[in-house]
């Protein structure tokens, strides 16, 4: 009988792959660490009976109306480079890898907070540029992190992972989401405030919500504007969350003190004033990135394609509307 065959846009983790080859055939749409094009995709997608993609891969409506696949399994965490509403309206399922990525990328998100606050970036570059001449009592003075306000904006799992490290820091923690999170409340007392709030009253704020048409462009000149000019932004979620020219402009005029990027608007591109900043890291896009993480998510995206090899529902549906709602 001929088996399942899986299209993996791009190379992933062995596990993923073996987990895989019990119930598939798979073929790889490539091994270079680029995105697929366009011609690329849509050859993919005629051999194919499922999908497992990445996040840099686009799967637009009009290529599921060419190639109704049966999952789309997406090994990310989010998925807006999926035309989910498209995928519902045709009943193809679409899944995620929620949870195992979470302190993997809460981890990073701190880093990138005390890395920011502390200038070891710039300090790294200092050294090896010769131009380290002995310690010097005034000479990349940064932030302190204990004792100071962390301001999360969405309170989800990684919200509130990113949330108990600033605990562990010695930080007051204070966050904005659609939704009030009282576990979090109770377990570090974090207090809820409203966006603007978090903006003005925050010492490092930090973004955590997916890429919606709501959260385009949520952090602007607005929002910038009404941060303290020691305070530093963090965003490892999407980079349209932020309007990155506004970014830049708060970095340029000392508006804001420093911010962690490990997304861009653009990405890959980065707009270009930044790369000149002193003040931003740029990280290339990767929180989740450690060997035990990507493993998981390789293996959590190939669990949810056997589901549907199975006749099972996908454990990581984000659209569990396809089975009617009730269905569990
Ligand atoms: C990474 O950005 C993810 O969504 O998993």
């Known amino acids: 009988m001929k088996r399942f065959n899986v299209f993996v846009t791009r190379e992933i983790p062995k596990p993923g792959l073996d987990l895989l080859s019990t119930k598939c055939d798979y073929f790889i749409g490539t ?144 966050y904005a989401d659609v939704s009030r999170n009282p576990d979090i409340e109770r377990e570090l007392g974090a207090q809820f405030a409203s966006m603007d709030d978090v903006f003005r009253n925050a010492d490092f704020i930090s973004l955590h919500v997916p890429l919606t048409d709501r959260t385009r462009h949520l952090v602007g000149a607005r929002e910038l504007a009404m941060m303290k000019p020691t305070a530093h932004l963090i965003n490892t979620s999407r980079g349209p969350v932020v309007d990155e020219r506004a970014l830049f402009e708060a970095l340029r005029d000392g508006a804001i003190a420093g911010a962690g990027l490990d997304v861009y608007e653009g990405e890959p591109e980065v707009t270009p004033g930044l790369l000149s900043l002193d003040n931003v890291i740029l990280a290339p896009h990767i929180a989740s990135a450690s060997v035990e993480t990507r493993a998981l998510m390789a293996t959590t995206a190939a669990a949810n394609i056997i589901a549907v090899v199975d006749g099972r529902r996908p454990p990581n549906l984000v659209n569990p509307e396809i089975y009617g709602r009730s269905a569990h």
């Open 31 to 174: 091994c270079e660490n680029r995105p697929l094009s366009r011609r690329e995709m849509l050859d993919g997608l005629k051999k194919a009976d499922g999908v497992l993609s990445l996040l840099t891969e686009k799967v637009t409506r009009s290529m599921m109306e060419e190639h109704p696949v049966k999952i789309l399994a997406n090994c990310a965490v989010g998925y807006d480079n999926i035309d989910v509403a498209a995928a519902t309206e045709m009943g193809i399922p679409v899944t995620n890898t929620p949870g195992v990525l979470t302190e993997t990328t809460a981890d990073f998100a701190f880093c990138l907070l005390l890395a920011s606050a502390r200038r070891v970036v710039e300090g790294d570059k200092l050294t090896r540029t010769g131009k380290f001449k002995g310690w010097g009592m005034m000479m990349l003075l940064g932030n302190d992190v204990h004792g100071k306000t962390l301001g999360l904006i969405g309170m989800g799992r990684i919200g509130a992972a990113v949330a108990r490290r600033g605990k562990g820091f010695g930080m007051r923690v204070i």
